[in-house]
C-alpha cells in the first residue's frame, strides 16, 4: 500500500510485476494505510510491514506453524525485535499477558494475524500514536490474545536522526493519547464510572508536570556543575 508518496515507489514494484499487487492512495496515515491493506488482502493471514523495516526470511513460515498449533482464540503471533542501523538491540518482550497489556504495549506491529481480524477489528485512524495497543486491546475485549514466538524475527530500523513517530511524539502529547485510549476501553479495565476519565487525566497531567520538573532540575545541576568546573580550573 503506497500511502501516498512522492518518490519512485511504483517505478520500483512495477519491476516485480504480478508477484505484487500494488496500491496507492491519498495519505491518510499509517492507520488508515493498515486498514486500507487489510480490505484487500487475499490471504487467511497478514503482516503489517512498515516501509522502513524488514523480515526474516523464516518469520511467515515459523510464525504461520506456531498459530496453527494454537487454540482459536489465538489471533495473532509476534516475535522479538532484532534493531539495525543506529542500533543492534534485541528486544526481549514478555510472554502475552491481558493483565500487562492494560498497562502499556509491548507487542510490535509487525505481527501475523488473522486477516478476518484485521479487516473486523480495524485500526483507529483517528490516532497518530499507540494504535497499535489500541488494536490490541480491541482485540482481548473481544476475546482474541496473541502470542509471542520468541526469536528476533522482525528486522526494526531506529533512525540515526530519532526519526521514528514515538522518537518525535512529545511526551505530552503521548500521555494525553494514552489516556484517551484507557478511555475508549474502561469497560475491559473494568472502571465505568465518569470520575475514573478525570482521574486519570489529571494523573497524567501530573506525571507530564513532575516530569518536566526533574528534567529542568537537572538541567540545572548539570550547568552548575560544569560551572564550577569551569572555574576550578582557572
Known amino acids: 500500500v503506497d500511502d501516498g508518496s512522492s518518490d519512485d515507489t511504483n517505478e520500483v514494484v512495477t519491476k516485480y510485476g504480478d508477484l505484487v499487487d500494488y496500491y496507492f492512495k491519498v495519505n491518510g496515515g499509517i492507520s488508515s494505510a493498515r486498514n486500507y491493506g487489510a480490505k484487500r488482502a487475499k490471504g487467511d493471514y497478514i503482516v503489517f510491514l512498515d516501509s522502513d523495516d524488514k523480515l526474516d526470511q523464516t518469520f511467515v513460515e515459523k510464525t504461520y506453524e506456531r498459530l496453527l498449533e494454537e487454540s482459536a482464540d489465538v489471533g495473532y503471533v509476534y516475535t522479538q525485535l532484532r534493531c539495525f542501523d543506529a542500533s543492534d538491540e534485541v528486544t526481549e518482550f514478555r510472554g502475552y499477558s491481558a493483565h500487562h497489556l492494560k498497562n502499556s504495549n509491548y507487542i510490535p506491529s509487525g505481527c501475523l494475524v488473522k486477516s ?41 530500523r531506529k533512525h540515526f536522526d530519532k526519526g521514528s513517530t514515538l522518537d518525535r511524539t512529545s511526551q505530552r502529547r503521548y500521555l494525553r493519547v494514552r489516556h484517551l485510549i484507557m478511555v475508549k476501553h474502561r469497560t475491559f479495565y473494568g472502571i465505568r464510572s465518569t470520575t475514573w476519565h478525570w482521574s486519570l487525566y489529571l494523573a497524567h497531567e501530573a506525571i507530564f508536570t513532575c ?10 545541576l548539570r550547568s552548575s556543575t560544569q560551572s564550577s568546573a569551569a572555574q576550578t580550573k582557572r
Open 211 to 220: 516530569q518536566q520538573g526533574l528534567t529542568k532540575v537537572w538541567a540545572s
Open 116 to 156: 478476518e481480524l484485521a479487516r473486523r477489528f480495524h485500526y483507529d485512524e483517528e490516532l497518530a500514536v499507540l494504535e497499535d495497543w489500541d488494536f490490541y486491546l480491541t482485540l482481548a475485549e473481544n476475546g482474541f490474545i496473541g502470542v509471542l514466538l520468541n526469536e528476533p524475527l522482525y528486522f526494526y
